[in-house]
C-alpha cells in the first residue's frame, strides 16, 4: 500500500485534471462577469472586452472538456499560462487596445 502511494505521481491523475479545469471554467465566468461590470461602470468597451474574450474561449472550451469527461494536460497548462499573463499585464493590455481601438 505505502509502495503504491509512492509510486504515483501526484499531477497524473484524472482528478486533478479535472479540479483544475473547473476552477478554470469558474474563474474565466467570473472575469467575465467582471469585465462586463467594468464596462457598465463607464470604463472602455472594446478594450475590456477584448480582454474578455481569451476567458470566453477558455471557459467554453473547459465547459466541452467536461461535459464530454475529456481531461487534457494542454488546457490545465495553457489556460494557467494564458490566465496568468492576462492578469499581470492586464493594466498595460487596456490601455494599448484603447489607444489601439480608437486610433
Do not use: C, D
Not at 45 to 74: C, D, Q, R
Amino acid at each position: 500500500m505505502e509502495e503504491e502511494r509512492s509510486q504515483r505521481k501526484p499531477f497524473s491523475a484524472n482528478r486533478n485534471k479535472n479540479i483544475i479545469t473547473k476552477i478554470t471554467v469558474i474563474y474565466s465566468a467570473f472575469y467575465i462577469i467582471l469585465k462586463f461590470s467594468a464596462v457598465f461602470q463607464g470604463q472602455w468597451i472594446w478594450a475590456n472586452l477584448t480582454l474578455a474574450l481569451p476567458y470566453l474561449i477558455l471557459g467554453l472550451a473547459g465547459i466541452y472538456m467536461l461535459k464530454n469527461k475529456m481531461e487534457n494536460w494542454v488546457y490545465v497548462i495553457i489556460s494557467i499560462i494564458v490566465i496568468s499573463l492576462i492578469r499581470y499585464y492586464e493594466s498595460e493590455l487596456v490601455v494599448q487596445l484603447h489607444e489601439f481601438f480608437t486610433a
